[in-house]
């Protein structure tokens, strides 16, 4: 078994305003040659997002533990906990694209400082994980929708190939984890390579699934997450514990849980204990699968999101499945009714906007929103909405969204006749642009795009 980001990171990312929904991709180089200091003087270097789940108690925390750690996102169950039990050694291999050696040993140290886990980069040798990047069409010639992915048992590219399909590669007969293989794109968008990086890697090390309902987390197949965030240190750092080990059973671990959280997030023992949760049925699954399935029709993939809205409703969920499913439809539905698209993304608003650490999720769908308002000519509505998604959007390391929102800023400014000011906000678009698209040919088509819906375009392509 292996896991990937399929194409709903594609699709995530599309709905985002990102690069990775452009044609033809782009080459490492050209977006090396966009990536300037001032973008990496951009982020905070601290941990990333609110601290772990202000509003979830404990109980909560350890109810998602297990259920990331004991089964796969196809649903089968793993029979015991495995993780790396020896300091562990990461290795890069393959066409290794510029400013990933950067990323990796940033990568690597919040690993060390936030989740306390001992891993280190080996420059030569064998590693217990192997990150090996490859063009993205050698990738998906043998995973066809893989944007990236990991494989346990393997060491490189080469490797797989030649145990694929075996048990060697089956998550669910391992005792222990020795050696793992991420393998990457390496001709996309750093911000495609970086996102790819931080999930993969972290399910190399940790959790194997992915739960919808989850927000503050990259282990959410909605995406919405671009690199780790501290409830996902704190996942990490539960699962490299002393007080666990490879090999424990679901019962073994849940019966050490509330001790281990006791002490690791002592603030989540004072929290309510958490309400019962409704499983998500694989019928929500499959549907939200079609709705953002490539190559169909759009009208049968906006079909599958109404399908997803009636599972939540039909369920009463308020949760962060509730929220894709409306936003999914209210994308889908942008070129075709506009005001049903709104009442559909004010459907997602209204729902992210009560939960924990959705702010990054709320920002998306200002961006769709402040997209149909300057479709719609109302050029102060979309202004107020980009300038609200922009802290968050640049919080959550998104650049691809921050450079987005700004060109939205820039024909607002532009259609209210403040040419100064727009003027500006496409300068402050190009200061975020070359991380988040890739090159400057992708960075024109996502400008021209924008451009568009100011003369009455409905959606972003």
């Known amino acids: 078994m292996l896991l990937h980001r399929t194409t709903l990171f594609l699709f995530a990312?599309?709905?985002?305003?990102?690069?990775?929904?452009?044609?033809?991709?782009?080459?490492?180089?050209?977006?090396?040659?966009?990536?300037?200091?001032p973008l990496i003087a951009g982020f905070d270097p601290g941990p990333v997002g609110p601290p772990p789940r202000r509003a979830a108690?404990?109980?909560?925390?350890?109810?998602?533990?297990?259920?990331?750690?004991f089964s796969l996102e196809s649903g089968r169950r793993l029979p015991v906990l495995t993780r790396f039990e020896e300091p562990?050694?990461?290795?890069?291999?393959g066409a290794v694209p510029p400013g990933a050696g950067e990323e990796v040993a940033g990568l690597l140290a919040r690993l060390r400082g936030e989740a306390?886990?001992?891993?280190?980069?080996?420059?030569?040798?064998?590693a217990a994980i192997t990150v090996e990047f490859l063009p993205r069409h050698d990738m998906q010639a043998l995973v066809p929708n893989a944007a990236?992915?990991?494989?346990?048992?393997?060491?490189?590219?080469?490797?797989?190939?030649?145990?694929?399909?075996?048990?060697?590669?089956?998550?669910?007969?391992?005792?222990?984890?020795?050696?793992?293989?991420?393998?990457?794109?390496?001709d996309v968008a750093p911000q495609e390579m970086r996102d790819c990086l931080h999930e993969e890697v972290a399910q190399a090390?940790?959790?194997?699934?992915?739960?919808?309902?989850?927000?503050?987390?990259?282990?959410?197949?909605?995406?919405?997450?671009?690199?780790?965030?501290?409830?996902?240190?704190?996942?990490?750092?539960?699962?490299?514990?002393?007080?666990?080990?490879?090999?424990?059973?679901?019962?073994?671990?849940?019966?050490?849980?509330?001790?281990?959280?006791?002490?690791?997030?002592?603030a989540g023992g004072r929290a309510a204990a958490p309400a019962p949760q409704i499983p998500t049925p694989r019928s929500f699954q499959t549907a939200i699968d079609a709705a953002l399935a490539g190559g169909?029709?759009?009208?049968g993939r906006r079909s599958a999101a109404r399908n997803a809205v009636s599972i939540a409703t039909a369920a009463g969920w308020n949760d962060a499945r509730a929220g894709f499913a409306w936003f999914a439809l209210g994308r889908l539905s942008a070129a075709s009714d506009p005001a049903a698209a709104r009442e559909a993304l004010l459907m997602a608003a209204a729902i992210y906007r009560r939960l924990p650490g959705a702010a990054i999720q709320y920002a998306h769908v200002e961006?769709?929103?402040?997209?149909?308002?300057?479709?719609?000519?109302?050029?102060?509505?979309?202004?107020?909405?980009?300038?609200?998604?922009?802290?968050?959007?640049?919080a959550a390391e998104n650049p691809a969204l921050a450079a987005t929102l700004h060109l939205i800023r820039a024909e607002a400014f532009a259609a209210r006749g403040q040419m100064a000011a727009a003027a500006a906000a496409r300068l402050d678009s190009a200061r975020w642009a070359g991380y988040g698209f890739g090159s400057q040919a992708a960075a024109d088509r996502r400008a021209a795009e924008v451009a568009a819906l100011a003369q009455g375009a409905s959606r972003l392509r």
């Open 367 to 394: 961006m769709q929103l402040a997209v149909l308002a300057l479709a719609a000519r109302q050029p102060e509505d979309a202004l107020a909405l980009a300038d609200r998604a922009l802290g968050p959007a640049i």
């Open 13 to 37: 990312a599309a709905l985002a305003g990102c690069a990775a929904d452009l044609p033809g991709g782009t080459t490492a180089r050209a977006a090396s040659e966009l990536l300037s200091p």
């Open 116 to 126: 306390g886990i001992a891993i280190w980069q080996e420059q030569r040798g064998a």
């Open 148 to 186: 990236c992915f990991v494989v346990p048992g393997v060491s490189g590219w080469q490797d797989y190939r030649a145990l694929r399909g075996s048990s060697a590669t089956d998550w669910t007969l391992l005792a222990t984890r020795s050696r793992v293989s991420v393998f990457l794109p390496s």
């Open 205 to 266: 090390l940790g959790p194997l699934n992915d739960l919808y309902r989850l927000t503050d987390s990259v282990f959410n197949d909605d995406n919405f997450q671009a690199v780790l965030t501290r409830t996902d240190m704190l996942l990490l750092r539960v699962y490299y514990a002393p007080e666990l080990a490879s090999g424990m059973t679901e019962a073994e671990v849940a019966a050490r849980l509330p001790a281990l959280l006791a002490r690791l997030n002592p």
């Open 88 to 93: 562990i050694t990461l290795a890069l291999a």
């Open 57 to 69: 108690s404990n109980a909560e925390i350890a109810r998602d533990f297990l259920e990331l750690a």
């Open 296 to 299: 169909a029709s759009t009208e």
